[in-house]
């Protein structure tokens, strides 16, 4: 492979990054401001809840956009790959098993369920890459200081993805009682998007969109 054509598949690799990131980033508030600008819509009690409005074809346009990128993915070994692939499956899997509708029927409740499993494998697959794949460093590297802030954003991302599972799981147990009052400022909206946002960050900063190594002549493999 000569030098041109290595610079390329750099580039490509770090585009493919960004534009995951971006489109983690983007999706809760496109979700939110379309759906009041368009629709009219006050904002949903959760994210998978757009997908019974109007704003349907981007919900599922933008997760199977972002399954897609992360299954093309290609780490540098086959942990990378294989945490990628099954963020990429559970990405389309959100899309395509929706979230249970009010008064549900014992199939939407059945779909509603596969829903939560695809929706978990996703945000814990994608904090334990944060956590666990992005942070790794060439063991024969010293780190720069630019990659040691790199991690840091890392670990932060992949903490509040995992801080964000546990308190959905927590509100999710709650009483009813307490459940009417929370549903006045949608809980499950905010977590999950903060979950997604974060994921949005950590493959944002993984691409190089920021803090990026200066005068690094080739992508950091880690």
């Known amino acids: 492979m000569n030098h041109q054509s290595g610079n ?31 629709f009219q819509l006050d904002i949903q009690s959760s994210i998978s809840g757009y997908y019974h409005t109007g704003m349907r ?31 990429g499956f559970s990405a389309i899997g959100v899309a395509l098993f929706p979230t ?11 779909i509603g369920g596969v829903h939560i499993v695809f929706a978990a494998s996703f945000f814990i697959s994608l904090a334990l890459i944060s956590l666990f794949l992005f942070t790794k460093s060439e063991p024969s590297k010293r780190p720069t200081p630019r990659k040691l802030q790199r ?9 509040t993805m995992l801080a ?12 009813k009682s307490a459940m009417n009052w929370l549903e006045n400022i949608d809980p499950l909206f905010w977590l999950e998007s903060a979950a997604i946002f974060a994921f949005g960050v ?3 900063v993984k691409g190089e969109g920021i803090l990026e190594d200066t005068g690094k002549t080739s992508v950091d493999p880690k």
């Open 8 to 38: 390329y598949l750099v580039i490509s690799f770090l585009t493919l990054r960004k534009a995951i990131g971006c489109l983690g980033m983007a999706l809760p508030f496109v979700l939110a401001l379309g759906g009041m600008l368009l």
């Open 57 to 87: 074809d981007v919900f599922v346009g933008t997760l199977c956009a972002i399954g897609i990128f992360l299954w093309g993915y290609k780490g540098y070994d086959h942990h990378d790959n294989r945490a990628s692939n099954i963020a």
């Open 100 to 110: 249970s509708p009010i008064s549900p029927s014992s199939i939407e409740k059945f």
């Open 151 to 159: 991690n840091l954003v890392y670990r932060l991302c992949g903490y």
């Open 164 to 175: 964000a599972m546990v308190l959905i799981t927590i509100v999710g147990l709650l009483p």
């Open 202 to 204: 950590s493959w944002f």
